[in-house]
């Protein structure tokens, strides 16, 4: 449910209102009874906590240190293999004419 402002017009008294959406907005200031207009707000984020949203958020150091030691170990891996890869040997083929 939202958080909607209100500011009362008369007696300039503001406040917040939780709300549904569908909810009709307040038309009197509880203070003073004069009329109120909702005010434009910004918002807030949502914050997700817990494991799951994304891989790189929330986890323990040691988790960190391990992952890290890991993709380094298989980059170093990688490199020779790589290079293998860019350069293949070419076949030289006998074209039939």
Known sequence: MPTYDYECEKC???F???QYMSD???KKCPECGGKVRRLIGTG???IFKGSGFYATDYRSDSYNKSAKAESS???VKGTSKDK???KPEKKE???KS
């Open 44 to 46: 807030s984020g949502i």
């Open 16 to 18: 917040e209102l939780f």
């Open 12 to 14: 300039g008294h503001e």
């Open 93 to 95: 083929t006998a074209k």
């Open 73 to 75: 170990s298989l980059s």
């Open 24 to 26: 009709e907005h307040i």
């Open 84 to 86: 293998k890869k860019e």
